[in-house]
């Protein structure tokens, strides 16, 4: 489900995990079939694991051992 880009998205280090989380609850069938917002949707737990990616990927940024280890996220 993720995509890869040969040129990073811009707009920061989460950005494509960004990008993907919205993908994916705009082609939910909460969204198309209930018509339910994407807000909506993703309190009622779709598109979990990119959730999770997309929180890890934020808390990376905070995290002060990422300095080794790098950023979470693509």
């Known amino acids: 489900m993720p995509r890869y880009y040969e040129d990073k998205p811009e707009g920061g280090a989460c950005a494509g995990v960004k990008e993907d989380l919205g993908t994916c609850l705009l082609q939910s069938d909460c969204v198309l079939q209930e018509g339910k917002s994407p807000r909506q949707c993703l309190k009622e737990g779709n598109c979990k ?3 999770y990616s997309f929180f ?10 990422s300095r080794f280890r790098g950023r979470k996220g693509y």
Do not use: Q, V
Request: glycine letters at 0%.
């Open 49 to 51: 694991a990119l959730k």
């Open 56 to 65: 890890e990927c934020k808390r990376s940024m905070l995290d002060a051992r």
